[in-house]
């Protein structure tokens, strides 16, 4: 373990300075050459399935209101829009005729990444008995560029993006062992349906959890979206075991159709402590990324029907540094 000038003292089961006192990917360090060779030995088809969800699903914004669905406008040029805009218009004679757009959305609205400075902690990195807002390896939560806004300066989804997430994917399908009702998943839940369905799981890995919630969001009609909020299954992020388990198991990342992964709480039970525990546990303490919203269904179909539960995945997210999560279309290839 080294230690970084942005603290002395790390939390209890963290990973903080094993990669170094200034390393931004966390787990994802567990995916390199190694594991992209064994990774591409999954693809036997040459079969691919896009994990995205089109980025205006959910067809209302009811898991989260803060963010909000995508807006498309025509892009302007002299105050007209430049949308199947006859360059005749400025060069007589001219046969081009252009569109250009523009669109505002919400990074983490739909199918997407969360970035390790999504969420941090208050934290006494120091010892010195004040807690300040802290992200994985030390770092300052979202601080800010000088001057305008520009979001995160530590921990923003860039590094994720230069990295590279390509390696192998491993399904769990939670779906087709409990259905649509929601559930809280405990470790001991996970490892009787990968036992059952002989699903292995190896560092370097990023495992997927197949609950259906993305596939209820997209066919689901608008009006019926609140259904969203009580169906299918979540981790429990209250279950230590789990916790434990993601660390010791060494994976890169995980990806979930549902909204958070875990359940979104909005109370607490305790005095003091995390709304949201297993967002802690992997982005603040481990540098674990999270995914969420990805469309899983079609590909845990074409895996069950051909005796598999493993393939190709990649993943990266869209570059733009200052992100504290951004879109994927990730692609599954067997």
Not at 163 to 176: C, F, K, N
Not at 200 to 219: N, S, Y
Not at 311 to 317: G, I, R, V
Request: include cysteine.
């Amino acid at each position: 373990m080294t230690t970084s000038p942005r603290w002395t003292t790390r939390p209890d089961g963290s990973n903080w300075g094993d990669f170094g006192p200034d390393d931004q990917l966390g787990t994802l360090n567990f995916l390199q050459a190694e594991q992209r060779l064994r990774a591409a030995r999954e693809i036997q088809q040459g079969l691919s399935f896009s994990l995205s969800l089109p980025l205006n699903v959910p067809r209302a914004p009811v898991l989260n209101p803060r963010r909000k669905g995508p807006v498309i406008r025509a892009a302007q040029k002299n105050g007209v829009p430049v949308y199947r805009y006859p360059l005749a218009n400025d060069v007589p004679g001219a046969t081009d005729v252009i569109s250009d757009d523009s669109v505002t959305l919400s990074p983490q609205y739909s199918t997407q990444w969360d970035a390790l400075a999504h969420v941090g902690s208050l934290f006494d990195p120091h010892g010195n008995g004040q807690p300040v807002p802290t992200g994985y390896n030390g770092f300052a939560v979202s601080e800010p560029h000088d001057g305008d806004f520009q979001g995160t300066a530590n921990l923003s989804i860039a590094p994720m993006a230069t990295h590279g997430i390509q390696g192998r994917g491993v399904m769990v399908d939670l779906r087709a062992h409990f259905g649509d009702d929601f559930r809280r998943v405990s470790l001991k839940d996970l490892q009787q349906v990968m036992a059952a369905d002989n699903v292995v799981v190896h560092p370097g890995d990023v495992l997927c959890l197949h609950t259906g919630l993305a596939d209820l969001a997209l066919t689901l009609s608008a009006d019926e979206q609140e259904r969203l909020r009580t169906s299918c299954c979540v981790l429990d992020g209250g279950d230590a075991e789990l916790l434990a388990w993601i660390k010791d198991s060494r994976i890169a990342a995980i990806a979930a159709d549902n909204h958070a992964v875990e359940q979104r709480n909005h109370t607490l039970n305790v005095p003091s402590g995390p709304l949201l525990p297993l967002h802690e546990q992997c982005l603040f303490k481990l540098g674990l990324p999270l995914g969420e919203l990805w469309y899983l269904t079609e590909l845990a179909a074409w895996l069950k029907a051909n005796g598999r539960h493993a393939f190709f995945l990649t993943a990266a997210p869209m570059n733009l540094p200052g992100l504290v999560g951004a879109p994927v279309n990730p692609i599954a290839t067997v």
